[in-house]
């Protein structure tokens, strides 16, 4: 365990998948730090902090608005249409966007407090014949860097290098 009482083990923090009634995929990571859950969701949604770990949203902060999510952490960064669906601060986020080379991609994230700790629960759902595996990866990177932007702890090297660490627990690497 880190100071923070979360498990460093990859194989513990990795997404887990399982199948809807529908057949599709539910991918779900979830995390906890000991900080309020008002600090959590501000390293979430405010702009000078989502920059150091996932990229830039431009437009209007309500529901149903439109802008423009750039994730700046990749080689390349394409700004996308992103819709906010729900907005309950500082419990729930469920942003869409439109993807180039898949189907539009819904993010939901929940946090709440327990046990003074605050959780985290990051869900994405995918098609049923849908490779997982890589999205899962990403994800757990993206989640790595959130959770050094919430602690204050070093965030995780670069891809590659979390990828010769991390992709052996998803069967890659």
């Known amino acids: ?5 979360t498990d ?3 194989v513990t923090r990795r997404g887990t998948v399982t199948r809807t009634a529908d057949g599709r995929q539910r991918l779900e990571f979830r ?8 600090d959590v969701w501000a390293a979430l949604t405010e702009p000078g902090r989502m920059v150091r770990w996932i990229g ?7 529901v149903g608005a439109t802008g423009t999510f750039t994730m700046t952490q990749e080689e390349e960064q394409v700004g996308e249409p992103m819709t906010i669906r729900e907005c309950d601060p500082p419990h729930r986020l469920v942003v869409e966007w439109t993807q180039q080379e898949t189907e539009d991609w819904s993010v939901a994230l929940d946090l709440w407090s327990e046990g003074g700790r605050t ?17 899962a990866m990403g994800w757990h990177w993206y989640l790595e ?3 050094a932007e919430v602690s204050g702890d070093p965030a995780p090297g670069d891809w590659d290098a979390f990828l ?3 992709g052996p627990v998803y069967g890659r690497g």
Request: proline letters at 11%; glycine letters at 8%; a negative charge.
């Open 56 to 62: 830039t949203y431009d437009g209007e902060r309500a």
């Open 145 to 147: 860097k959130f959770g």
């Open 31 to 38: 995390r906890s730090w000991p900080d309020p859950v008002e």
């Open 119 to 135: 959780w985290l629960r990051f869900v994405q759902v995918f098609p049923a014949d849908a490779d997982v595996t890589d999205f």
């Open 164 to 166: 010769a660490g991390t």
């Open 1 to 5: 365990m880190t100071a923070d009482g």
């Open 8 to 10: 460093p083990d990859p």
